[in-house]
């Protein structure tokens, strides 16, 4: 099982994962046709179906184009909003791909009908993935636009946190910078936020994708995960996890990236006052 990570639109990504033995692929969250096509002429790999997470454009919006280009493609996903969509999937149910196996898994809160997709091959010795669209990211979580925080902390605690710890997590944006700086404000002495940042960092100025990440690690550094852990108790002043998760949530939300500093030119040029015209009362 081969994932090709593909960075779409401003911060999304999609994936193509592929069975290395038929050369059939599933494509997730299948936001850019044209993009995807190009990969899988490149590839040389047949497009079976297309796994959506959610409805949201960002997405899905791909999916129509995809199923007119692609006679008989199948679309999975749990949300009748999903466009082009075959096969509504259940809670635990489990599709087969050649030697890929796919369980989905419910998760609703960022919207009613958010779907996870854990894969995974028998016998290989290859770590499962798990694509977590707008639910689980590289340390942090989706917003709560259609659900609650008892929702989504039975997503990451009894669902995605419950999946073996050496797990891939390949999420639905590259967002990992912002997330860790927020961890860092929630846990400023957790050693292992502030590595994990200046790594992500770098990969961000090297325009490199800082997914997968694992399971293991998120425990590590994802406030979203740690709610049950003294300093983020501490952070929100609850106790219940819930609470917890409920909190920083709102905080994440309300969180603020530092202010860059003013391009020097552009200084320089309200100095001797060149955008003056501009400012002036007709």
């Known amino acids: 099982m081969k994932?090709?990570?593909?960075?779409?639109?401003e911060d999304n990504y999609m994936y193509l994962v592929i069975e290395e033995t038929t050369r059939d692929a599933i494509a997730v969250d299948a936001a850019v046709p044209k993009r995807l096509l190009e990969i899988i002429r490149k590839e040389d790999v047949e497009l079976r179906a297309v796994l959506t997470t959610h409805h949201h454009w960002d997405h899905a919006r791909g999916n129509e184009e995809l199923a007119r280009l692609c006679p008989g493609l199948r679309v999975y996903g749990a949300d009748e909003r999903i466009g082009a969509l075959t096969h509504k999937v259940t809670h635990n149910q489990e599709l087969t791909f050649g030697a890929i196996r796919v369980r989905c898994l419910f998760t609703p809160c960022h919207t009613?009908?958010?779907?996870?997709?854990?894969?995974?091959?028998?016998?290989?010795?290859?770590?499962?993935a798990l694509f977590s669209g707008d639910t689980l990211f590289v340390g942090g979580c989706g917003k709560f636009f259609e659900g609650t925080a008892e929702q989504m902390?039975?997503?990451?605690?009894?669902?995605?946190?419950?999946?073996?710890?050496?797990?891939?997590?390949?999420?639905?944006?590259?967002?990992?910078?912002?997330?860790?700086?927020?961890?860092?404000?929630?846990?400023?002495?957790?050693?292992?936020?502030?590595?994990?940042?200046?790594?992500?960092?770098?990969?961000?100025?090297?325009?490199?994708?800082?997914?997968?990440?694992?399971?293991?690690e998120e425990f590590l550094y994802n406030p979203f995960l740690r709610v049950t852990e003294e300093p983020l108790q501490k952070f929100t002043g609850k106790t219940d996890p819930v609470e917890v998760l409920r909190t920083l949530r709102i905080e994440k939300d309300n969180f603020k990236k530092p202010k860059e500093r003013p391009n020097p030119q552009a200084m320089l040029a309200f100095d001797w006052g060149l955008f003056s015209p501009f400012f002036e009362k007709k």
């Open 153 to 216: 902390y039975t997503n990451l605690t009894q669902i995605l946190g419950a999946l073996p710890k050496e797990t891939k997590v390949f999420c639905g944006h590259e967002c990992t910078v912002r997330n860790l700086k927020f961890a860092l404000k929630v846990e400023p002495d957790n050693e292992i936020v502030k590595k994990k940042l200046v790594w992500a960092k770098q990969r961000d100025d090297e325009d490199l994708p800082t997914v997968p990440s694992t399971l293991q």
């Open 112 to 128: 009613s009908g958010h779907m996870c997709y854990f894969m995974w091959e028998d016998g290989s010795p290859d770590a499962p």
């Open 3 to 9: 994932v090709k990570v593909i960075s779409v639109l």
